[in-house]
């Protein structure tokens, strides 16, 4: 069983999207939990509020069994009612809530497309950002991507934890570069079983066939999922 997808350098939050679940959502988290990643985003923005607390409090349920942070994301009053501190927001709606709303969060974080937003939602009052998308993505079809220099320049003008987002996958090499722009993690879309459980297998694959053993492939060895 895997231990945890994060090592010392660099830490994955899972996020989720239900629509490509090959398999039960729950049960999906529950798959995405035993490997401890960060935390996971609960993203299913096609849900009504009532409907995404009903699903929130089931995912939230899954990640406290395996101690694993669970964010909330763009309904941040439902997720005080469901006492989540900790909420994943766009740029706009963290815009429009006033000081003593923020301070009844431990955890703020943004998502940003530009160095401008990246420093008011630093001044604002973020806690982390998400910046993208980094690499070509299938969410993104047609859109290029914004690479790694504006990853670099986002991670230079701010002071806070910077996470890449957009095609990123369980490649070390990929990590690697996007640590040297100054990342301290990236997100994984956690709804596709091949991002999970196909890449990570096919990493270890590789370690095997070059002999080698990283801190991630130790963290990953018998994967058991």
């Known amino acids: 069983m895997i231990k945890s997808v994060n090592n010392q350098n660099f830490k994955i939050i899972a996020v989720s999207n239900r629509k490509l679940c090959n398999r039960p959502f729950l049960e999906q988290i529950e798959r995405v939990c035993k490997i401890h990643p960060e935390a996971v985003i609960l993203r299913e923005k096609d849900l009504t509020e009532e409907e995404y607390g009903t699903l929130a409090k089931e995912v939230m349920n899954i990640c406290s069994r395996y101690q694993v942070s669970c964010i909330l994301h763009n309904f941040w009053k439902t997720a005080l009612e469901l006492g989540c501190t900790s909420v994943h927001l766009p740029l706009p709606i963290?815009?429009?809530?006033?000081d003593e709303e923020k301070k009844k969060f431990t955890k703020i974080g943004?998502?940003?497309?530009?160095?401008?937003e990246a420093k008011e939602a630093e001044q604002l009052g973020a806690s982390y950002l998400t910046a993208g998308h980094i690499y070509a993505t299938d969410c993104k079809r047609g859109l290029p991507p914004r690479g790694l220099g504006f990853l670099k320049e986002v991670c230079r003008e701010v002071s806070?934890?910077?996470y890449g987002i957009g095609g990123i996958k369980f490649d070390e090499e990929q990590w690697n570069d996007m640590k040297k722009c100054g990342a301290v993690g990236g997100c994984v879309m956690s709804g596709n079983d091949g991002n999970i459980v196909i890449e990570i297998k096919q990493l270890i694959l590789k370690e095997q066939e070059s002999h080698s053993e990283s801190v991630l492939g130790r963290l990953l060895l018998c994967t058991g999922i």
């Open 94 to 98: 963290l815009q429009k809530i006033t």
């Open 110 to 116: 943004i998502s940003i497309h530009s160095v401008e």
């Open 160 to 162: 806070i934890p910077v």
